[in-house]
């Protein structure tokens, strides 16, 4: 893949914003150059601080920050920052609504290299259960870049889904960007395939995959997990009747979870979900093949859209 | 070093008023526990003499202008001493005496632990322990960065400093030279399940704030001259942050409750209440 990485995006957009914006500060815990704060580091080093291997203190910082009226975007592997630090975030950021930014970075099975220990495949579930919480997951390198001034410019915590690695275009460059407002990238009638993340540019893939079967596959692309487009989802289902949610995070409590909660709200529907399948995954030769073994391949989201289309109730 | 705190420059009739509202917090927090039969006694009494020092003298606070950008802060990182953080805030002006009474019911903005969004006057929420120091760096920068010359104080417990946090912030403390940071510990020895130095020993505390690069000031925080000398010491302290340690009595001014590890958390009742105000001297 050619396309840059999504992390850059999003470290090159930090650092352009940093000139825009003097209340922008940045934090991170011994990985700006693999986050890529680094851009913002070295353009910015007055308004850098790098707290070591210590994300609890870290996110602390950044609430006194906040609290002084700065605007602290905090940089860390995905894994540790939902974790270690989730008693800060739910506590100091959440309860206490400081306006604190968590860009979570090497989120997913992105960080293929280093092993289960350092995948993040439960943090969506774990955020997205915080009050006060917004939840967004960027498709690709463009869309992370776009979204910086946005959760900047929003009052409030927003925590920040970034990917190590490119991802496949989510071709979305000519909508709109608004928080907790799904896109509509691809109209069909016979399915709908709610998609997050990397798997955004993967479900593009799958619906043409089913195309040649004959199958019109909707995409939506729901980059705020929280507040959810319900709406969108919900008339996604009354219109194609069968749903398929597609996220690179454990089958619970993510995209899938929240999008079968919407449902059964708002509108009942078949639903199958592509995700980790409840399991810890393996280390990998890259995230790619590792996205394939572990049931996120474009052929497990046409095998998923073929299942619910199967199970749609016949009209009598 | 530990810093010599003697020379006399505080006026007794201002000492004399600080124990008097000391005296008043006392009784105010063990009013609003007695009547709402929760809250914690110990932690609140021995932070009397500290709490008097800090919002009836130290502290450059407004009540009418509660989110006044240039005022001082303070955040409670030992939390579940609200009582006597809410007793200060409405002498204060922070908010109605008449509100007091109705802590931790459902319509009352005074919940059970500070709440930076319901309570005027509190400038950090906090309960669950040990943010305190990392929040205070956070806020040290945002003042130096703004060239604003707030100070932040901080008032631990020694229960807390058995947590990481405490000393990961207290890392990024000195690293960060914030010497706009001020945090007392007061150290009453004393924890829920019993003695610190029993549950998990903190000694040697003065060396370890000292290896992790603070400045040390040691008082007895009874002691309103000392109280008050060593608050003024640290805003003198230049290139690195100051930790007062407090030496203090868990109950401090109530017999029976003095250094009882039973009163962290548990509300006095009818005969007990009268007897505890007995012996602090009833007033207005």
Avoid at chain 1, 181 to 188: Q, V
Avoid at chain 2, 83 to 96: D, E, V
């Amino acid at each position: 893949m050619g396309a840059i990485a999504i992390r850059e995006g999003y470290g090159r957009a930090l650092a352009e914003y940093g000139q825009v914006n003097p209340n922008i500060v940045v934090l991170d815990a011994d990985t700006s150059s693999s986050t890529l704060s680094s851009f913002f580091a070295t353009r910015f080093p007055e308004r850098f601080f790098n707290i070591g291997i210590a994300e609890p203190c870290m996110v602390d910082v950044a609430v006194g920050l906040a609290l002084g009226g700065k605007v602290p975007f905090v940089n860390a592997f995905a894994a540790i920052l939902a974790l270690r630090a989730m008693e800060q975030i739910r506590t100091c950021v959440c309860y206490a609504r400081t306006n604190v930014k968590l860009a979570a970075s090497y989120a997913g099975l992105s960080d293929f290299k280093d092993g289960p220990t350092h995948h993040a495949i439960t943090d969506i579930a774990l955020m997205r259960a915080l009050p006060e919480m917004t939840v967004i997951v960027p498709a690709d390198a463009a869309e992370a870049a776009r979204w910086v001034p946005i959760v900047a410019e929003y009052d409030g915590p927003v925590y920040l889904r970034l990917s190590r690695g490119s991802a496949l275009p989510a071709g979305n460059e000519s909508l709109p960007l608004e928080i907790g407002r799904g896109l509509t990238l691809r109209e069909g009638r016979d399915v709908t395939i709610v998609a997050t993340g990397t798997m955004v540019g993967r479900s593009l893939l799958a619906a043409d995959e089913l195309a040649k079967a004959g199958i019109a596959a909707r995409i939506l692309e729901i980059h705020t997990i929280k507040p959810l487009d319900s709406e969108l989802i919900c008339r996604a289902a009354a219109e194609t009747g069968a749903l398929v949610a597609a996220e690179e995070h454990s089958i619970i409590g993510g995209l899938g979870g929240a999008v079968a909660e919407a449902l059964a709200a708002g509108y009942p529907a078949v639903l199958e979900r592509v995700g980790i399948a409840d399991c810890f995954a393996r280390t990998g030769p890259d995230p790619e093949s590792l996205m394939d073994a572990f049931g996120l391949a474009v052929s497990d989201i046409v095998a998923a859209a073929q299942r619910a289309i199967a199970r749609k109730p016949r009209v009598r | 070093m530990a810093i010599s705190t003697s020379s006399a420059y505080h006026s007794d009739a201002l000492l004399s008023e600080l124990a008097e509202r000391a005296r008043e917090l006392r009784l105010d927090s063990l009013e609003m526990i007695h009547r709402r039969g929760a809250g914690h006694p110990g932690g609140s009494l021995s932070a009397a003499e500290i709490m008097a020092a800090l919002f009836f003298h130290k502290l450059n606070i407004d009540a009418a202008r509660p989110d006044w950008p240039e005022r001082d802060r303070f955040i409670l990182s030992k939390g579940h001493a609200s009582a006597i953080l809410y007793a200060a805030l409405s002498r204060r002006g922070f908010f109605p005496r008449e509100d007091l009474p109705h802590w931790g019911e459902v319509e009352c903005h005074l919940q059970g632990h500070p709440d930076r969004l319901k309570t005027p006057g509190v400038d950090m929420t906090s309960g669950l322990l040990g943010h305190g120091i990392a929040i205070g760096v956070g806020l040290a920068l945002a003042a130096r960065m703004q060239e604003l010359s707030y100070r932040t104080y901080v008032l631990l417990g020694d229960g807390e400093c058995q947590g990481g946090i405490v000393w990961e912030g207290a890392m990024a403390a000195a690293k960060f030279r914030v010497s706009n940071l001020t945090a007392i510990l007061d150290y009453n020895d004393v924890q829920l399940d019993g003695a610190v130095h029993d549950i998990m020993p903190l000694e040697p505390l003065i060396d370890k704030w000292r290896a992790f690069n603070w400045a040390v000031l040691e008082i007895n925080g009874h002691n309103l001259r000392q109280v008050l000398e060593a608050l003024d010491t640290a805003s003198e302290i230049h290139g690195r942050p100051t930790i007062i340690v407090a030496h203090t009595t868990k109950g401090k001014g109530v017999s029976f409750m003095e250094d009882r590890s039973y009163w962290h958390g548990v509300a006095p009742n009818d005969a007990q209440f009268d007897q505890a105000t007995a012996e602090l001297g009833r007033c207005s």
